[in-house]
């Protein structure tokens, strides 16, 4: 896994965020077993509860192509304008996270540069999982 580029990709993303609500824009990257990179950014609505991030996003666009397999994913973001930030998947998107992936390999990156970033698993994250 080249994590400098996955990370690349996740910030491609970010550029797609459609957050005119928090101006706090993500993106993400996620890495296929086979080697596919799928990606997402936040999409915000006026109602807030329709809202995706874009860990879901690169998830949902995964699974709805027929991938189940993953390895990894990037995620970064921050304010609108601003310097990235660490930015950290929330609850709901572990949660679909462990839904496919395995809580011991599967990675998450959590990034502000593609020199800066911490690595967990998802299970450090995520302990105790349904």
Known sequence: ???????????????KS?????????????????????TGCNIENRAYGP??????????????????????????????????AWCYPCGVCRQVMAEFCTPDSFK???ARSGKEYRIYTLGELLPEMF
């Open 1 to 15: 896994m080249d994590v400098e580029e996955l990370i690349g990709e996740a910030f491609k993303a970010r550029e």
């Open 18 to 38: 459609y957050s005119p609500y928090s101006h706090f824009q993500v993106g993400a990257a996620l890495l296929s077993c086979d080697g596919r990179i799928f």
């Open 51 to 84: 809202t995706n991030c874009a860990e879901r996003t690169a998830f949902f666009k995964a699974v709805s192509e027929g991938c189940r397999d993953f390895a990894a994913i990037a995620v970064v973001g921050g304010g609108e304008g601003k310097p990235p």
């Open 108 to 110: 998450i990156i959590c």
